[in-house]
């Protein structure tokens, strides 16, 4: 290595997503880069905030609407935020309790996962809830700046059970999500894996459907980088985006999978069993029934472009920030939200590897039922499918329209 | 928690850097409409040489709007440099840990010096420093060399 090695602090949360970081670091993906890369784990979304605020890291494995709410001034302590590429699509999964389940079940014709189906039982259950003047169900979510919020309330929202008036939403750190469950805390919680098989295999939880199923391929984390540590590091930047991309494919690679559940385990990283883990990697969940079932597109590390920025993906989480009242419309803000995703910068960083790109920066969400081509550098690259559960379709260039759509709605409900 | 809060109604409430339960509290700061006022983390956002300190010592504040910005920097400071003993606490009882295991460790090593060469206490001791010094490093890890190479040559240590 000629250049000199260029030092870069990143925060992580103890998840199956923060795979792309700790391979880059394990199997020297970084350092064939020329990055020295070190990993600091934390414990809480906010600490991972407040760390980047004052300096003490520069790059973090975060919640992928966390830096579009930084910049939009929600929060805290507010620092400007680039996000120069995704860290995958999917692995979260909606797991309810055993008491709640058995209250589902009545009915459910198969524990498939299915989430149109699983929501027209869990509206029974919450009418037969109110009719005999049970408390509301809790709901467990992660962060209120996160894709599984987002999703979890898109889905319930959709079969008329707003939250905070038919059922209540309170945010539990992913790794206490279990025990929260077994002592009757929450009766169900949508969070990353490992926790949805961790539950699921204690017994105390069911897997009930998984983000995959409310919106496939759906955006999770993304590389959150500080904007002056961006501006002031840009071949740094490009060596993260790289190396990152690199260990992202060869996480995807199916024969890396018990490897890879190996290096998680540790308790430097994710520390939980390996076989807690697997499952996940092999895009396998538990059922009802103890059976293991593949769920398509459960997880993508790489493929289908799961790496890519997608403005309309920031987009997306900007309008739900709208729709439950994070933060009013503006086109400034919007504007905002989509500058902070950042197609340029992965680019610009991957253009040297001479691999497949996507051509646009967005894409009308919902719109490919099916794996389908897509217009990119080499003429190669399918995407998809990226439909949500309900059929809607979100087109970036009509954002305000589709808010108020959902206004009208959730009004009424 | 949130109970708790309501209960005590309090101005500034501090919580641990590492505690998980940070984004529980600022969910609840955020939503609840138990908790009365709105709180703010750090009274003054512009003021980054508090909130690096706080945060470097593993605080995290949270601080009633409207409360004065002096009273809150002396509370700060307060918190500050009680986290600060506390993890010198820490750190030194984990220190004396140490010491015991590096004491438990260089015994050992003496003891097979002794055995093996037929050295007394303090020569055997002596070599052990000699050696640490002439390598630049410290005499338990030479102890911990000595002992575990003994052990793979053929299970001298219990002996």
């Given at each position: 290595?000629?250049?000199?090695?260029?030092?870069?602090?990143?925060?992580?949360?103890?998840?199956?997503?923060?795979?792309?970081?700790?391979?880059?670091?394990?199997?020297?993906?970084?350092?064939?880069?020329?990055?020295?890369?070190?990993?600091?784990?934390?414990?809480?979304?906010?600490?991972?905030?407040?760390?980047?605020?004052?300096?003490?890291?520069?790059?973090?494995?975060?919640?992928?609407?966390?830096?579009?709410?930084?910049?939009?001034?929600?929060?805290?302590?507010?620092?400007?935020?680039?996000?120069?590429?995704?860290?995958?699509?999917?692995?979260?999964s909606v797991t309810v309790s055993r008491e709640l389940w058995q209250a589902?079940?009545?009915?459910?014709?198969?524990?498939?996962?299915?989430?149109?189906?699983?929501?027209?039982?869990?509206?029974?259950?919450?009418?037969?809830?109110?009719?005999?003047?049970?408390?509301?169900?809790?709901?467990?979510?992660?962060?209120?700046?996160?894709?599984?919020?987002?999703?979890?309330?898109?889905?319930?929202?959709?079969?008329?059970?707003?939250?905070?008036?038919?059922?209540?939403?309170?945010?539990?750190?992913?790794?206490?999500?279990?025990?929260?469950?077994?002592?009757?805390?929450?009766?169900?919680?949508?969070?990353?894996?490992?926790?949805?098989?961790?539950?699921?295999?204690?017994?105390?939880?069911?897997?009930?459907?998984?983000?995959?199923?409310?919106?496939?391929?759906?955006?999770?984390?993304?590389?959150?980088?500080?904007?002056?540590w961006a501006k002031s590091h840009a071949e740094g930047v490009?060596?993260?985006?790289?190396?990152?991309?690199?260990?992202?494919?060869?996480?995807?690679?199916?024969?890396?999978?018990?490897?890879?559940?190996?290096?998680?385990?540790?308790?430097?990283?994710?520390?939980?069993?390996?076989?807690?883990?697997?499952?996940?990697?092999?895009?396998?969940?538990?059922?009802?029934?103890?059976?293991?079932?593949?769920?398509?597109?459960?997880?993508?590390?790489?493929?289908?472009?799961?790496?890519?920025?997608?403005?309309?993906?920031?987009?997306?989480?900007?309008?739900?920030?709208?729709?439950?009242?994070?933060?009013?419309?503006?086109?400034?803000?919007?504007?905002?939200?989509?500058?902070?995703?950042?197609?340029?910068?992965?680019?610009?960083?991957?253009?040297?590897?001479?691999?497949?790109?996507?051509?646009?920066?967005?894409?009308?969400?919902?719109?490919?039922?099916?794996?389908?081509?897509?217009?990119?550098?080499?003429?190669?690259?399918?995407?998809?499918?990226?439909?949500?559960?309900?059929?809607?379709?979100?087109?970036?260039?009509?954002?305000?329209?589709?808010?108020?759509?959902?206004?009208?709605?959730?009004?009424?409900? | 928690?949130?109970?708790?809060?309501?209960?005590?109604?309090?101005?500034?409430?501090?919580?641990?850097?590492?505690?998980?339960?940070?984004?529980?509290?600022?969910?609840?700061?955020?939503?609840?409409?138990?908790?009365?006022?709105?709180?703010?983390?750090?009274?003054?956002?512009?003021?980054?040489?508090?909130?690096?300190?706080?945060?470097?010592?593993?605080?995290?504040?949270?601080?009633?709007?409207?409360?004065?910005?002096?009273?809150?920097?002396?509370?700060?400071?307060?918190?500050?440099?009680?986290?600060?003993?506390?993890?010198?606490?820490?750190?030194?009882?984990?220190?004396?840990?140490?010491?015991?295991?590096?004491?438990?460790?260089?015994?050992?090593?003496?003891?097979?010096?002794?055995?093996?060469?037929?050295?007394?206490?303090?020569?055997?001791?002596?070599?052990?420093?000699?050696?640490?010094?002439?390598?630049?490093?410290?005499?338990?890890?030479?102890?911990?060399?000595?002992?575990?190479?003994?052990?793979?040559?053929?299970?001298?240590?219990?002996?």
């Open positions: 290595m000629t250049e000199s090695m260029c030092e870069v602090r990143a925060g992580f949360i103890p998840l199956v997503d923060c795979a792309p970081l700790v391979v880059a670091r394990e199997l020297g993906f970084a350092e064939q880069e020329g990055l020295n890369l070190h990993l600091s784990k934390e414990t809480s979304w906010a600490t991972i905030r407040d760390r980047l605020a004052v300096s003490h890291i520069d790059v973090a494995h975060i919640l992928a609407p966390m830096p579009v709410a930084e910049n939009l001034g929600l929060g805290p302590l507010q620092t400007p935020m680039v996000v120069p590429m995704a860290l995958g699509t999917g692995a979260n589902l079940s009545q009915f459910l014709d198969a524990a498939d996962f299915d989430a149109a189906n699983a929501l027209s039982a869990l509206g029974r259950v919450v009418r037969d809830r109110d009719a005999s003047s049970l408390p509301r169900l809790t709901l467990g979510v992660v962060h209120p700046y996160s894709a599984h919020h987002y999703e979890l309330a898109y889905w319930l929202a959709s079969g008329g059970l707003i939250p905070g008036a038919s059922v209540d939403l309170v945010v539990v750190p992913p790794p206490l999500m279990p025990a929260a469950l077994a002592s009757g805390h929450i009766d169900g919680f949508c969070a990353g894996e490992p926790w949805g098989t961790v539950a699921a295999t204690d017994g105390n939880g069911v897997i009930l459907t998984t983000n995959a199923q409310i919106w496939q391929n759906s955006p999770e984390k993304v590389l959150g980088v500080r904007e002056d490009s060596r993260l985006v790289r190396a990152l991309y690199r260990a992202a494919q060869w996480c995807d690679v199916e024969g890396n999978q018990q490897q890879l559940a190996t290096i998680l385990a540790d308790d430097r990283y994710v520390g939980q069993a390996a076989e807690q883990i697997r499952p996940c990697l092999a895009r396998r969940l538990k059922t009802a029934d103890g059976e293991f079932l593949t769920v398509e597109g459960f997880l993508n590390f790489a493929s289908k472009a799961a790496t890519f920025p997608w403005t309309s993906h920031a987009l997306w989480f900007y309008s739900q920030m709208v729709r439950w009242g994070q933060v009013t419309f503006s086109s400034q803000a919007a504007e905002i939200a989509r500058g902070t995703y950042r197609p340029d910068l992965y680019r610009a960083a991957l253009a040297p590897l001479g691999i497949e790109l996507p051509s646009a920066n967005a894409k009308v969400e919902g719109a490919l039922t099916s794996e389908t081509p897509a217009g990119s550098t080499q003429g190669q690259l399918r995407l998809g499918p990226d439909t949500f559960f309900d059929g809607l379709v979100f087109d970036p260039d009509g954002l305000e329209a589709y808010v108020a759509g959902f206004e009208a709605k959730d009004k009424q409900s | 928690m949130l109970r708790r809060i309501v209960e005590i109604d309090p101005d500034v409430v501090f919580i641990d850097l590492e505690n998980p339960n940070r984004d529980v509290l600022e969910h609840m700061f955020e939503v609840s409409r138990a908790v009365k006022r709105p709180i703010a983390m750090f009274v003054d956002q512009s003021d980054q040489a508090s909130i690096e300190a706080a945060i470097e010592a593993g605080v995290s504040a949270y601080v009633v709007d409207g409360l004065k910005k002096e009273r809150v920097r002396s509370i700060l400071e307060t918190a500050i440099s009680r986290f600060n003993a506390f993890e010198r606490l820490k750190r030194e009882l984990e220190e004396a840990k140490n010491q015991l295991a590096d004491r438990k460790v260089i015994e050992r090593a003496k003891a097979l010096l002794m055995q093996t060469r037929g050295m007394s206490e303090p020569d055997a001791y002596a070599l052990l420093r000699k050696t640490a010094m002439n390598q630049n490093r410290r005499i338990a890890e030479i102890a911990e060399s000595l002992v575990l190479a003994a052990g793979l040559l053929g299970g001298e240590v219990d002996k």
